[in-house]
């Protein structure tokens, strides 16, 4: 039976993504209702199931009317190529084939060159010396500093590290919906753009996008307020098990700002786990030593009456090309690797800088909210501060004034030049975000206990459920009794009573002493 409401279900989006296509991409439940003949319910079941599926945003008229605006095309929010998809397994797989090549070709090599370099060094000398090179597969395998008694890295790990770069961190497909679920929480189930603009740094036109899907995956509400504001309201997120949600209310999630992008360094090894100088001694050695066999061996191997058989000839070309042309092209691919990667490192830490410096801008907006306007001079030193505390440069006047004129754009943020000084006055967004506490303040959503609890799974933990509700119903069966006296007992003459309130009191009483016995019995 699931699998053919599935089908069923699956048919209608299809029919609902066709229309709304047809219909140019932004349109009401009556437009696709009228287009496509489906009833109410599953018009709009359907397209809130297509917001979390598909690039669009959720929007509010000013009589209250919900768009849904698709982008051009239908895009799938996850609509990557086939690169895209597979890259990081694809990469994963190519890195451990590299680590296993390492291990059999760079240490090998450098022990086979070294036992050449020894060999030849103690010819004609004590052929019983004895040359111990165990240390060479003890820094393979990783040592520990005798200074901090830190265990660096192995040799191997730093290798594919100089090549590759530093491995990415995991990174946790759901984060951004726990942030957003937190922030609801912690905004007491009603937020604006601007709150998660706050928590993701993100454009504002992203923002909008990403509450669109969410309000449709947390079951949420897209309203508009008297003032024109578009608020997103999420009661069914506020109800908790804890006793009091005031008590255990949750944290607002940490802002975009604390924890600003570091550069991407071109190599994955730090000073802390040996660096790069062991690798680049080790490649370099080996690639001289190909050199060396490549242009100095066939040499060693002359024959002084020039008379060559074949099998010597096998010899010098086995010997060319396992000693000399393969170790040098192996080493040179392993220099060639952060050379690879230094032109997509030098755009990425481009773009990263150009994130934090955003960010912390709209710290400084944030931060200032409330005031009646904010001088150009004071944006730069808030920015530069929020850049020293995450241990970054200081942005010069070119970039704060890019990401302040942006902002400005995303928000509604105006721009005064009338004064001797540039500032910015930010009131839209200021009276989104005052409008967005006052409905907070006027709802309540998190007074809205989830009331008694009157069933448990548990039988020993459920008689004592009954006997504290039966304690609570003779409690509110007193309150009503003594308040029924304290009726009767008014005096029959004197100020007139409100016999039609006592009436109700009178009724009310006997409907709950008729409900209470009836379950009594």
Known sequence: MADVLSIKNSEQIERIRKAVLKLGG?????????????????????????????????????????????????????????????????????????????????????????????????????????????????????????????????????????????????IDPLEARTQCAQLIRAKNGIITTEDWMMISGQSYEKCESDLARFTAEFDGEAEITDNGTLIYVFENMVATGKEKFNKNKTELPVPAWDHLEQPRPLSGNSDANGGDGAVIGLNLFNLIMSLAILFLGPAFLKDPNNVYTEADLEQINQMTFWLGIFPLIFSSLIFAGPLVRLPGNIRENRERRERAVHNAVLSSVFKNKGAKSVTFNKIVNDTNHCLLHNSLPNADHGEVSKAINSICGEIEGEVNLNSAETSYTFDNMNMRMDDAEQQRHIRKLDEKGIGRVVYSSDTEEQYKLDEENEKADMDEFDKLLMGDKANSSEPEYGNYQDHSSQSSNNAGFEAFTRDYYSKKR
């Open 26 to 170: 932004t349109v009401t439940v009556g437009d696709v209702m009228t287009e496509t003949g489906l009833g109410y319910e599953e018009t709009k079941s359907c397209l809130s199931a297509m917001m979390s599926s598909y690039e669009g945003t959720m929007r509010v008229s000013e009589k209250g009317e919900i768009l849904y605006a698709f982008a051009r095309g239908g895009i799938l929010r996850d609509q990557r190529s086939w690169w895209e998809r597979n890259k990081k397994a694809i990469m994963k797989m190519i890195k451990t084939l590299f680590k296993v090549i390492i291990m059999l070709v760079l240490v090998v090599y450098f022990i086979i060159f070294m036992c050449i370099l020894i060999a030849i060094l103690l010819s004609g000398k004590n052929r019983n010396s004895r040359i111990d090179i165990g240390w060479i597969f003890y820094a393979f395998w990783g040592r520990g500093s005798y200074e901090t008694g830190v265990k660096k890295d192995p040799l191997y790990t730093r290798v594919y590290n100089f090549v590759f770069g530093p491995e990415d961190p995991e």
